[in-house]
């Protein structure tokens, strides 16, 4: 029986015109703006989530979290984080370790990256070294680089509990 199983995720939201934060990894940043979405629009936590599902095969985030579904208007993505890890652990599985990059021009993420690690670790339960958060812009190439959005990335390698 095979004891690792990787997974990796990709998430994208438009920026919004109005708003003044955007939630990233489960942190709220101060911004110009916010992003348009029908949960907090955390793309870091949501490619997590479908890291998470994709190493197992069990979907992506919208088949656990359907887009139409009211309940979920403005959800907080760290509950959807522990839904996901929940399911996770109750199939034998942990996180072995996560790797993440956020992809955007603004706003500027160094000051936030080490809380949302810690945000991260805690709702998949395993310490802070075993999450990483990164940061890139796209050289002002793209629609991130026109700061019409924000991207993320992730990959997790999950193991035999
Ligand atoms: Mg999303």
């Known amino acids: 029986m095979s004891m690792i199983r990787i997974g ?9 015109h109005g708003g003044d934060h ?3 990894g ?7 703006c916010g992003v348009l979405a029908h949960s907090d629009g955390d793309v870091l936590l949501h490619a997590t989530c479908d890291a998470l599902l994709g190493a197992l095969a069990l979907g992506d985030i919208g088949h656990w979290f359907p887009p139409e579904d009211p309940s979920l208007k403005g959800a907080d993505s760290r509950l959807l984080l522990r839904h996901v ?9 942990q996180l072995g370790n996560a790797d993440t990059t956020v992809i955007c021009e603004r706003p500027k993420l160094k000051p936030h990256i080490e809380t949302m690690r810690h945000v ?10 075993r999450v990483s958060v990164k940061a890139t812009t796209t050289e002002k190439l793209g ?5 019409e959005g924000i991207a993320a990335q992730a990959s ?3 193991v035999r509990a």
Do not use: C, N, Q, Y
């Not at 489960?26 to 110009?32: A, E, L, T």
């Open 156 to 158: 997790v390698l999950l």
């Open 120 to 129: 991260m670790a805690e709702d998949m339960r395993v310490d802070i070294s």
């Open 143 to 147: 629609f991130t680089g026109r700061k």
């Open 8 to 16: 990796t995720g990709f998430d994208v939201h438009a920026f919004a």
């Open 22 to 24: 955007v939630m990233l």
């Open 26 to 32: 489960g942190v709220r940043i101060p911004h110009s």
């Open 85 to 93: 890890m929940s399911e996770i652990h109750a199939r034998g599985w």
